[in-house]
T-cell receptor
Framework: GAVVSQHPSRVICKSGTSVKIECRSL??????MFWYRQFPKQSLMLMAT?????????EQGVEKDKFLINHASLTLSTLTVTSAHPEDSSFYIC??????????????FGPGTRLTVL | GENVEQHPSTLSVQEGDSAVIKCTYS??????FPWYKQELGKGPQLIID?????GEKKDQRIAVTLNKTAKHFSLHITETQPEDSAVYFC????????????FGQGTELSVKP
């Protein structure tokens, strides 16, 4: 159990376009999901915390108008990179915390999405 | 805020040897310490975690120890195998932070056959 999927796994887009990345918890309901970005040979950088039915909480320095997050259901969160530029090229990873009885704070990660902006 | 330091940044061992990765944290209120393994091009995979009410936890070849007084925790891998080669991340969180994790910088482990 505790499987998180992401779609797409890779995406290449032109500068100025928008890209949507989906994060789904496949076998559990996720009250909280997180979005990270990771540059080569670096650690994970938290971008925002997403709670179902409420606005996302963004980390300092992350532009909320550029990285739109929607947590529309207990199994789906989306990250939209608007007006993408080459510097937005990165590995984007989501994670989810299982909700319900016996709730813990264990985060289960998705496989990541490689975004390349030309 | 919380800060997590991880050492070493790279570690090379011979197959069959043990590997130890160490992390220190700054916030004494942190109470949950997971370890993740990340293979190239993939998302992190939880391999073991420990909470502040225990000092050691073991799962087959993997063990984690926690010293709350010194604010450090370590990952121990015994009988290493080539498939253990990956980047390992430690992390820490506090119970009142909604599960927010603070990650260490990562350790690239290479197990040579």
């Amino acid at each position: 159990g505790a499987v998180v999927s992401q779609h797409p796994s890779r995406v290449i887009c032109k500068s100025g376009t928008s890209v949507k990345i989906e994060c789904r918890s496949l076998d559990f309901q996720a009250t909280t999901m997180f979005w990270y970005r990771q540059f080569p040979k670096q650690s994970l950088m938290l971008m925002a915390t997403s709670n179902e039915g409420s606005k996302a909480t963004y980390e300092q320095g992350v532009e909320k108008d550029k990285f739109l997050i929607n947590h529309a259901s207990l199994t789906l969160s989306t990250l939209t990179v608007t007006s993408a530029h080459p510097e937005d090229s990165s590995f984007y990873i989501c994670s989810a915390i299982r909700g319900g009885p016996g709730v813990t704070d264990t985060q289960y990660f998705g496989p990541g999405t490689r975004l390349t902006v030309l | 805020g919380e800060n997590v330091e991880q050492h070493p940044s790279t570690l090379s061992v011979q197959e069959g040897d043990s590997a130890v990765i160490k992390c220190t944290y700054s916030d004494s209120a942190s109470n949950y310490f997971p370890w993740y393994k990340q293979e190239l091009g993939k998302g992190p995979q939880l391999i073991i975690d420990i909470r502040s009410n225990v000092g050691e936890k073991k799962d087959q070849r993997i063990a984690v120890t926690l010293n709350k007084t010194a604010k450090h925790f370590s990952l121990h891998i015994t009988e290493t195998q080539p498939e253990d080669s990956a980047v390992y991340f430690c992390a820490a969180s506090k119970g009142n932070q909604g599960g927010k994790l603070i990650f260490g910088q990562g350790t690239e482990l290479s197990v040579k056959p």
